[in-house]
């Protein structure tokens, strides 16, 4: 702990004292490559961080069994930022300074990947989240990426679905205020009911780590809306199910990818049966690639079927190494420019084009909580 808090003074110090580290991509060894996946494995969005590490240590593993990279191993330097923004910057930090990483993975939660973005921009070493789907994420600059969609089109997914399939004319949104995926995605839903003739007759708030919701879910109820949106991360969303059921809201209540995590279900228990939200992926897709990557997860995870952060992980793991492998380089500007020029790229999460704004153009799934499990309901194109 005290190490890992003393670690950019020493960074500072070694910079100001003129020690020169060896070229970026050019390990001490030379018969590795160093890349950096920075998550949340521990805290209150653990899974998320420990979700991506599966699905990026399974496209590694394959990958280096498969001989490497330009004829040498990649080596996959994992650090864990607990879930908070200052330990993001510190784990891209250590990654960048100390492991001389020539690219970054990293994060799920869009308000890490802001945080963290900048330090990986400075340094001109690129990164690429694999599921973060604020817009400010990859405007950080130009050597971040994503591997998937962004909010705006979720917002879009998931109101037209209300307006449209569950024909609800009035909402009510709950939005984690501290939160830039949450406020983001709410206002981007919010936008769009209205455009499209609903009403919203209702706009709460909370924090994450709060455990009592029913002083909003009480409001919520008073304005009778006939869906209620709730753009936040598992832990909350459980508890909030929880609560709106036992004050006797009945109607459905819909949110983003923040929904997804085998702990919703078992926390959420009875109370997310009939929830809606829009996700990355669905494990009933049956084309080839994605029932291939969850029979080989399966395998190696005692059963337990990837969620959409190991299929975004693995995705955007492979798409760097793509990226490499067409460089013809490890190094940094050479894997931004060739991470640039990605096209086409057959992902497990789909079809995988980046833009000029370096975000990924993808279909987005709608997933119904039903019998304890996520069942598809539609596919939704941009
Ligand atoms: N999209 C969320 C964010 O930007 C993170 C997330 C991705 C959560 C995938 C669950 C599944 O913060």
Redesign the pocket.
Known sequence: MILRRAFPVLVVALALAGCRPPPRGASAAGDEIPIGLYGSLTGATAT?GQSTEAGVTLATDEVNAAGGLLGKKVRLIVEDNQGKPNEAVNAVLKLIQRDRVVAVLGD????L?IAAAPVCQQNRVPMISP????PKVTEMGNFIFRA?FI?PFQGEVMAKFALDTLKAKTAAVFTDRK???SVGLAKFFKEKFVARGGQLVADEGYQAGDREFKPQLTNIRAANPEVVFVPG?YTECALIARQARELGIQVPLLG???W??EVTLQSGGEAVEGVYFS??YHQDDPRPEVQSFVKKFRELHQGHSP???AV?GYDAANILYDAIRRAGSSDPVAIREALAKTMDFKGVSGNITLGPDRNARKSAVVLKIEDGRFKFVQLVVP
């Open positions: 998320f799920v939660a869009s308000s990947s599921s973060s789907t604020n998937c909010d939160n830039d995926y991360y983003g990818d923040g997804d995590s996700n990355h969620d959409a952060m975004t």
